[in-house]
């Protein structure tokens, strides 16, 4: 979808066809890769003397020696990325290998969405991505571009690309509408905030495509396109943050912060930043606030025990150089795409002393989510930290519904809940429910060793109910028996009848810290 008024030079489909022009090699040269693409024999000496201008091209093992021996598919994108540990990368050789032998299922889609976008402002230094299933996001989308409005950031610094895409096999006019209630509530936004970069494209797309990795690779390497093809900063590395249409809230120096991370920290890859679900979502169910502060403490405990960071979730900054060295995201993934990216990640830079992969972001780079799958979760009885593994949440088969499905609780029910007889022992459950799942995988281990195993999580919840108002103690069994809750009523009710307060600071800059 062009927005209005943009202008983008032409891109002619014999050109597109030409992949080998990206690189900026002749015909003829281009000839030679496009047959080992199609697997066509050839002695490695007939080219030798242009070797040094197609290494420009391909990656770093690309050899004259090597070459008659495998494919350039081989070569550029193996399943698992080669480990390169301290090996600095060029950015603009790796993202010119990776679009140079791009998946011919997804090259004639990459080419059309990149004649719907303009090209990439020179001052551009980071790009938000943000995939939009237009069918199920026309309840979201308005508030997700909001959140973006008050950054501290220079508009010339930074821009969001939105990817919206359906099933090209819908047929419901119900569901179809949704396409045109979604192109209008971007196009009032951007009427509204001229002075930001916001960009969309969209797709309907085929079955075999209907999948979240080839989405979000789609999304993303349009971007890498306009960054590499754009004449002012080619050989720079360029900013992937990776967001998701249902965000409610981010921090007002979320991409200053993300840009002088980058800037800062040359040699890491990959920084992930701190997620945390509707203030306003939470003030509807006191146990899905609850549940789901208990499962971000402790796996934030964990992160810190273990110095383990991983590049899943929907809250990421990434290198383009990078990110094109791995391969992308792997397109034929339909879940956990965003792990399958943090893993490649992490083995790129195995045993590195100098490189670090993948690091926290810190305080500024905070943004909130809906709880839409969490309340999907609490419909079926089961706790914000088994979301996506019981088998009764129905991950991956269900998302359509949870996307447009309307929350089961309000701020009246909050009340009521919080004020009602059963509410310590409903709190109980929901600690002990939460604690089971992480005991879970230590219920083997001796007793010694599993009581140190189980310290961290008991840490991370003491201190949690704690400050939420809570008495309590551990029985002997490791679970929670709560004694007292009337503070904790207190600190529930105050935390939802003054929800925009607690937003307003959270998302505002702290002196000392921003």
């Given at each position: 979808?062009?927005?209005p008024?943009?202008?983008h030079?032409?891109?002619?489909?014999?050109?597109?066809?030409?992949?080998?022009?990206?690189?900026e090699?002749?015909?003829?040269?281009?000839?030679?890769?496009?047959?080992?693409?199609?697997?066509?024999?050839?002695?490695?000496?007939?080219?030798?003397?242009?070797?040094?201008?197609?290494?420009?091209?391909?990656?770093?093992?690309?050899?004259?020696?090597?070459?008659s021996?495998?494919?350039?598919?081989?070569?550029?994108?193996?399943?698992?990325?080669?480990?390169?540990?301290?090996?600095?990368?060029?950015?603009?050789?790796?993202?010119?290998?990776?679009?140079?032998?791009?998946?011919?299922?997804l090259?004639?889609?990459?080419?059309?969405?990149?004649?719907?976008?303009?090209?990439?402002?020179?001052?551009?230094?980071?790009?938000?991505?943000?995939?939009?299933?237009?069918?199920?996001?026309?309840?979201?989308?308005?508030?997700?571009?909001?959140?973006?409005?008050?950054?501290?950031?220079?508009?010339?610094?930074?821009?969001?690309?939105?990817?919206?895409?359906?099933?090209?096999?819908?047929?419901?006019?119900?569901?179809?509408?949704?396409?045109?209630?979604?192109?209008?509530?971007?196009?009032?936004?951007?009427?509204?905030?001229?002075?930001?970069?916001?960009?969309?494209?969209?797709?309907?797309?085929?079955?075999?495509?209907?999948?979240?990795g080839?989405?979000?690779?789609?999304?993303?390497?349009?971007?890498l396109m306009?960054?590499?093809?754009?004449?002012?900063?080619?050989?720079?590395?360029?900013?992937?943050?990776?967001?998701?249409?249902?965000?409610?809230?981010?921090?007002?120096?979320?991409?200053?912060?993300?840009?002088?991370?980058?800037?800062?920290?040359?040699?890491?890859?990959?920084?992930?930043?701190?997620?945390?679900?509707?203030?306003?979502?939470?003030a509807?169910?006191?146990?899905?606030?609850?549940?789901?502060?208990?499962?971000?403490?402790?796996?934030?405990?964990?992160?810190?025990?273990?110095?383990?960071?991983?590049?899943?979730?929907?809250?990421?900054?990434?290198?383009?150089?990078?990110?094109?060295?791995?391969?992308g995201?792997?397109?034929?993934?339909?879940?956990?795409?965003?792990?399958?990216?943090?893993?490649?990640?992490?083995?790129?830079?195995?045993?590195?002393?100098?490189?670090?992969?993948?690091?926290?972001?810190?305080?500024?780079?905070?943004?909130?989510?809906?709880?839409?799958?969490?309340?999907?979760?609490?419909?079926?009885?089961?706790?914000?930290?088994?979301?996506?593994?019981?088998?009764?949440?129905?991950?991956?088969?269900?998302?359509?519904?949870?996307?447009v499905?309307?929350?089961?609780f309000?701020?009246?029910?909050?009340?009521?809940?919080?004020?009602?007889?059963?509410?310590?022992?409903?709190?109980?459950?929901?600690?002990?429910?939460?604690?089971?799942k992480?005991?879970?995988?230590?219920?083997?281990?001796?007793?010694?060793?599993?009581?140190?195993?189980?310290?961290?999580?008991?840490?991370?919840?003491?201190?949690?109910?704690?400050?939420?108002?809570?008495?309590?103690h551990?029985?002997?069994?490791?679970?929670?028996?709560?004694?007292?809750?009337?503070?904790?009523?207190?600190?529930?009710?105050h935390?939802?009848?003054n929800?925009?307060?607690?937003?307003r600071r959270?998302?505002?800059?702290?002196?000392?810290?921003?």
């Amino acid at each position: 979808m062009p927005n209005p008024g943009d202008h983008h030079p032409p891109h002619s489909n014999e050109q597109s066809k030409r992949w080998w022009h990206r690189l900026e090699i002749s015909d003829e040269e281009g000839a030679f890769l496009e047959n080992l693409v199609d697997g066509s024999a050839f002695e490695a000496a007939d080219f030798a003397s242009r070797m040094e201008e197609l290494t420009l091209a391909l990656p770093l093992e690309f050899s004259a020696e090597s070459i008659s021996e495998r494919s350039i598919s081989e070569l550029c994108l193996p399943e698992s990325p080669v480990n390169i540990g301290d090996i600095p990368l060029v950015p603009a050789k790796e993202i010119k290998a990776y679009l140079a032998v791009y998946p011919d299922a997804l090259q004639n889609h990459l080419d059309n969405l990149y004649t719907q976008i303009p090209p990439m402002d020179p001052a551009c230094k980071l790009s938000i991505c943000i995939p939009v299933a237009a069918l199920e996001e026309a309840n979201y989308i308005a508030q997700a571009l909001q959140a973006y409005k008050s950054q501290s950031a220079p508009p010339e610094n930074w821009e969001i690309v939105l990817f919206c895409n359906w099933p090209a096999n819908e047929e419901d006019p119900s569901r179809l509408r949704n396409i045109e209630t979604v192109r209008n509530q971007i196009a009032t936004f951007r009427s509204e905030h001229p002075e930001l970069r916001v960009y969309s494209v969209e797709s309907a797309l085929p079955e075999e495509l209907q999948k979240i990795g080839a989405i979000r690779k789609l999304g993303t390497d349009v971007v890498l396109m306009r960054h590499i093809e754009r004449p002012e900063r080619p050989s720079d590395d360029h900013i992937i943050v990776r967001n998701d249409a249902d965000t409610t809230a981010v921090h007002t120096n979320y991409v200053s912060h993300n840009i002088t991370l980058m800037e800062k920290h040359p040699k890491t890859d990959m920084f992930v930043g701190k997620l945390d679900y509707s203030l306003h979502d939470y003030a509807k169910d006191p146990y899905v606030y609850l549940g789901t502060r208990l499962w971000l403490a402790i796996e934030a405990s964990r992160r810190i025990l273990h110095q383990s960071f991983e590049g899943g979730g929907a809250n990421v900054a990434f290198r383009a150089g990078t990110y094109a060295r791995v391969g992308g995201y792997r397109r034929d993934i339909e879940a956990a795409e965003d792990c399958a990216l943090g893993e490649a990640f992490n083995e790129l830079r195995t045993g590195a002393k100098e490189f670090t992969p993948i690091a926290n972001a810190g305080y500024p780079s905070k943004i909130y989510t809906s709880c839409r799958r969490i309340f999907h979760a609490a419909k079926q009885n089961v706790i914000s930290a088994c979301q996506w593994s019981d088998p009764a949440t129905k991950f991956q088969s269900e998302d359509p519904a949870v996307r447009v499905q309307e929350h089961h609780f309000d701020s009246d029910n909050f009340r009521k809940e919080v004020l009602s007889e059963g509410f310590r022992e409903a709190v109980e459950d929901v600690v002990n429910d939460t604690l089971s799942k992480y005991y879970a995988g230590s219920s083997n281990l001796r007793l010694e060793r599993k009581l140190r195993v189980r310290k961290p999580y008991k840490q991370a919840v003491s201190l949690l109910l704690r400050r939420m108002g809570f008495q309590f103690h551990y029985k002997p069994t490791g679970m929670i028996a709560i004694t007292g809750a009337n503070d904790a009523k207190q600190h529930f009710l105050h935390f939802a009848e003054n929800v925009d307060e607690h937003l307003r600071r959270r998302i505002s800059p702290r002196p000392g810290i921003d």
